[in-house]
């Protein structure tokens, strides 16, 4: 199961048990002669080691598992910054077993040095080297030859030089390079990150995990080439001005604004840049805009205070001003449209009271029948009630009757002795 751990005898990822401490499950390697490493490590014979299954951190070697990385922050200190999801390092292998027999357990073998006589010489490890540098060198170049006009051959972007608050993430789907940048660490706010993600020739721009921009690396372009192109657009990226939107106390009354929205008593436009640059265009785009040089001063002016606004949410200022200095007054035809609005809005609000209004008859109905029927139960009840005790009662007085019908017949056979003994009696006196 993907949330539970493979090795036999752990319980990580099981309701029942609660670690002390916190720990993430790996997915097997999908090179294949790792795979296999793993399957011959983990001893377990009745269940195959999948691509599905989950190894827990437990089972590796501390050096191999990376929890997290070294950040400046803005006074220049390194900063340990934890990972969510912990990663391995490559060639990792679960070597540790311990609720497994501790003969499984297989700890990394330490370096061991060569002996005297096996180390090479010098010279010789010379001439292995010249050798070995010499007899590529015919391929390596006819690669390089044949590379030329198709520059995605050459093309690497690990080598794409960074800004110096940017790292690199190391992606397990190779075709993908993702890049990071600027974790802001301020207390009482959450943490911003900035990141580039490269995959298939598409530069993907993120902001805390959205995906705001996405652009092209031009192959056909002779001015740049692509490791420049993708440098050129992390580092505008790294230097683009964060839009903060219009957020003035004199514009709380306003509620709406066409071509604007507002969030959290700010207001921006629909289309806010978020990110740009010192000349108000997009930093990733190679295209230019031209503007108003008050529009212009007024960007720069924001950029100087050290809350930029771009060009667009300036605009929606303007719009803003205007309604709060010289409210526009409304058209006949404004207003019989929004009367209109106004009147279908008051016959959707009409038809949904009439249904809740019916449902709410619905239920009373319903609860009424209940409550009839529970009455008429208790008067039934009641009746019933009433019948035993008539019952009851008759039969006391039955068995009244019985008790008396025996007491006379008791004192009747009484009387009978009596007179049975005074006969006998004069009898025996005849007798004698």
Not at 330 to 335: L, T
Not at 379 to 404: G, H, P, V
Request: hydrophobic share 30%; glycine share 4%; net charge positive.
């Amino acid at each position: 199961m993907p949330n539970r751990c493979f090795v036999p005898n752990c319980k990580t990822g099981y309701p029942s048990n609660k670690p002390a401490s916190t720990l993430s499950l790996f997915a097997p390697p999908k090179d294949k002669a790792l795979f296999k490493q793993w399957e011959q490590y983990i001893p377990r014979k009745d269940i195959k080691l999948k691509p599905s299954s989950r190894v827990c951190s437990r089972h590796f070697e501390e050096d191999d598992v990376i929890k997290g990385r070294m950040i400046k922050g803005k006074d220049g200190k390194e900063i340990f910054h934890a990972w969510k999801n912990w990663t391995l390092k490559e060639g990792a292998i679960p070597r540790i077993f311990q609720d497994c027999p501790s003969h499984l357990t297989k700890p990394k073998p330490a370096a061991k040095r060569k002996l005297p006589k096996d180390r090479e010489t010098a010279d010789v490890r010379k001439h292995k080297n010249a050798k070995h540098l010499d007899e590529p060198q015919e391929d390596i170049d006819d690669v390089f030859q044949n590379c030329e006009g198709m520059p995605w051959l050459s093309f690497n972007p690990k080598d794409c030089p960074l800004p110096p608050t940017w790292f690199r993430i190391n992606s397990k789907d190779e075709s993908a390079v993702p890049l990071c940048v600027q974790f802001e660490l301020i207390p009482g706010e959450t943490t911003e990150s900035k990141s580039v993600h490269l995959k298939d020739g598409q530069v993907f721009l993120s902001y805390n995990s959205k995906v705001l921009y996405t652009t092209f690396l031009n192959q056909e372009q002779n001015e740049e080439t692509l490791c420049q192109q993708l440098a050129r657009i992390i580092k505008n990226f790294d230097e683009a001005h964060k839009c903060h939107g219009i957020r003035e106390g004199r514009f709380a009354n306003i509620k709406f604004c066409t071509g604007a929205v507002l969030q959290d008593d700010t207001w921006r436009s629909t289309n806010c840049k978020t990110f740009f640059d010192v000349n108000n265009k997009n930093f990733y785009d190679s295209s230019s805009h031209s503007l108003p040089e008050d529009v212009l001063k007024w960007v720069q002016k924001t950029i100087e205070i050290g809350t930029p606004v771009c060009s667009e949410c300036c605009t929606i200022r303007r719009a803003l001003v205007k309604k709060v200095t010289q409210p526009n007054p409304i058209s006949e035809k404004e207003k019989l449209t929004k009367l209109r609005a106004d009147y279908r809005f008051a016959q959707q609000k009409l038809v949904r009271n009439k249904e809740t209004v019916t449902k709410m008859e619905k239920e009373i109905g319903t609860m009424e029948a209940q409550e009839h029927i529970l009455r008429m139960e208790k008067q039934k009840i009641e009746a019933d009630l009433i019948a035993k005790e008539d019952i009851i009662n008759l039969q006391e007085a039955e068995l009244f009757k019985l008790r008396y019908g025996f007491a006379q017949q008791a004192n009747e056979v009484k009387k009978s002795e009596e007179k049975f003994k005074k006969v006998l009696d004069n009898l025996n006196q005849k007798v004698y």
